[in-house]
C-alpha cells in the first residue's frame, strides 16, 4: 500500500505522462553523483524482440556465473519486474526506500514517471559496480531517458517496425524516420543488428549508423543461424559454428532474438562465456507473456483440456512474427483481444489467417485502452466477430472443439491483467 501511494505521487510530478527530452533524467541524476556513469551496460532498443533477448542474455550470463541487473519496461504485473539486481527483483520495501529516496533529491521538480523510474534504477545500479546491467530502451532511444550513458559495453539493434506513430510529426510516420530515433545516438563500443523483415530496413539501419566508429556485427552478414532436423539449431559468427539445443521458448522467430543475445555474448570477450554456457543458457529462458502457454490457474480451468496462450504483442510486426508460429500448428485458433487506444488495430489484426473466432474485450484497469465494442466497430473485414466484457466471459463464450487453442493477446497490460487474474 505504501510503495502504491509513492507510486501515484511520483505519477503526478509531471502533467504529461510522456514528454521526451534527456533534461530533467540528467539533471536528477548529476544530483546523485551521475551514477549511470559508474556501471557497466548492455543498451537495447528497437521495435520487437527486446525483451526476449534480454532474458536469453540474461540465461546465458548466469550459466557464466556473471551477476546482472535488469531495466525493463512496461512491468507485467508487478513494478518490481522492472528493478532486477543481483539477478533478483526488488522487494517492495527496498523498492519503496529507493524510490523515497529519489523523489527527496528531486524535490518536487517537474519529471515524468519513467524518467524519475529510470534515474531510480542507476542511483541502486551503482551498488553493484561489476555486475552486467542489461538496459531496454523505451519509447524510442534518441530522447529516451535510458539514453544518458556516455560509454557502454555493446548496444543491440532488435527488429524495427512501425510502432508509437502518434509520437512523430504527421509527415514523417516512416520507418527511416523511427529507425533514425532508435539508432542515430548509439554509442562507439559494439553494435549488434538483429534480423529485420526487409532488405530496406537494413540498409536504413546501416545508413545511419555508418558514420559511428562501434564494431557493427550484423545479421546475415557477420553472424546467422539455421533451425536444423532434430530439435537443434546451428549458430555461427566470427569465432566459428556452434551447434545447440532447441530453446525452451516457443515460436521459431524467438531463434532470431536468442541468436542475437549470443552474437553480443561472444563479442564481449573481457567475459569468459564458453559454448557450454550458451548451449546450457538457451533451454533455460525465462520469458513472461511472450507466447507463453497457460499450464493451470483460473482461467486454464476454464478451457479445460485446450491449449492457453498468452501473448503481448501490440503492433504490426509482432502480429506478423505471431502469425508465423500460429500458421505451423495444425489446429483450430481463436484469438481473445484487447488493444490500447493509439494503436493501429486493423493493421495488427490483418496479418492472422486462418483464425476461427476473434472476441474483443476490454483492458481492465487501463482508461487509454480502446473499448472492446469500439475495438469490434473498427475492425474490418472479420466475419467471425464478436464483443464480451471480461476476460472470462471471452473464454467460456466459445465454442471449443478437441485441440482448439485460444490466444489471448493485443497488449501487454492484457497479458498482465490475464497472468494476475489466471
Not at 349 to 377: H, R, S, V
Not at 381 to 409: G, M, R, V, W
Request: a positive charge; charged letters at 25%; aromatic letters at 8%.
Amino acid at each position: 500500500m505504501k510503495l502504491q501511494k509513492l507510486i501515484e505521487r511520483l505519477q503526478k510530478l509531471h502533467p504529461k505522462e510522456i514528454d521526451l527530452s534527456l533534461e530533467r533524467t540528467r539533471n536528477l541524476c548529476q544530483k546523485l553523483g551521475n551514477p549511470q556513469d559508474q556501471i557497466n551496460c548492455i543498451s537495447i532498443v528497437g521495435t520487437n524482440g527486446k525483451y526476449s533477448t534480454i532474458q536469453a542474455l540474461y540465461a546465458i550470463f548466469k550459466e557464466a556465473n556473471y551477476k546482472c541487473n535488469i531495466y525493463t519496461s512496461p512491468h507485467i504485473q508487478k513494478i518490481n519486474e522492472r528493478f532486477v539486481y543481483n539477478n533478483e527483483p526488488l522487494t517492495d520495501d527496498i523498492l519503496t526506500n529507493l524510490l523515497s529516496e529519489v523523489e527527496e533529491v528531486n524535490n518536487n521538480d517537474p519529471i515524468t514517471f519513467f524518467e524519475i523510474l529510470t534515474v531510480a534504477y542507476f542511483h541502486y545500479a551503482k551498488k553493484y559496480p561489476k555486475n552486467i546491467n542489461l538496459i531496454e530502451s523505451g519509447l524510442f532511444h534518441r530522447f529516451d531517458a535510458t539514453n544518458i550513458l556516455n560509454k557502454n559495453l555493446a548496444s543491440i539493434v532488435t527488429a524495427i517496425g512501425y510502432d508509437h506513430l502518434d509520437w512523430l510529426p504527421d509527415k514523417e510516420h516512416t520507418v527511416k524516420k523511427i529507425i533514425f530515433e532508435k539508432t542515430s545516438s548509439l554509442l562507439n563500443s559494439k553494435i549488434i543488428v538483429a534480423k529485420q523483415t526487409s532488405n530496406e530496413i537494413n540498409k536504413h539501419i546501416e545508413n545511419t549508423i555508418k558514420k559511428n566508429q562501434s564494431k557493427k556485427i550484423i545479421f546475415n552478414k557477420d553472424y546467422s543461424f539455421t533451425f536444423k532436423e532434430n530439435n537443434f539449431f546451428y549458430f555461427e559468427d566470427e569465432f566459428g559454428g556452434i551447434k545447440l539445443p532447441k530453446p525452451n521458448l516457443l515460436g521459431e522467430f524467438q531463434l532470431e532474438n536468442i541468436s542475437t543475445a549470443i552474437a553480443t555474448a561472444r563479442q564481449l570477450t573481457d567475459y569468459k562465456i564458453t559454448e557450454d554456457h550458451i548451449k546450457n543458457g538457451v533451454t533455460k529462458i525465462e520469458s513472461v507473456a511472450r507466447l507463453q502457454e497457460i499450464k493451470s490457474g483460473k482461467l486454464k480451468d476454464l478451457v479445460k483440456n485446450n491449449k492457453l496462450f498468452v501473448d503481448g504483442s501490440h503492433n504490426p510486426l509482432g502480429a506478423k512474427v505471431l502469425n508465423y508460429h500460429l500458421q505451423s500448428l495444425h489446429c483450430k485458433k481463436h484469438i481473445i483481444l484487447g488493444m490500447m487506444a493509439n494503436k493501429n488495430h486493423n493493421e495488427y489484426i490483418k496479418y492472422f489467417k486462418d483464425i476461427e473466432t476473434l472476441t474483443t474485450i476490454n483492458i481492465p484497469n487501463q482508461p487509454n485502452a480502446i473499448k472492446g465494442n469500439k475495438l469490434k466497430e473498427k475492425i474490418k473485414n472479420f466475419s467471425n466477430i464478436q464483443n464480451k466484457n471480461s476476460i472470462k466471459e471471452a473464454l467460456s463464450s466459445i465454442n471449443l472443439k478437441e485441440n482448439d487453442i485460444i490466444l489471448i493477446t493485443g497488449s501487454l497490460y492484457l497479458a498482465g491483467e490475464v497472468l494476475n487474474l489466471n
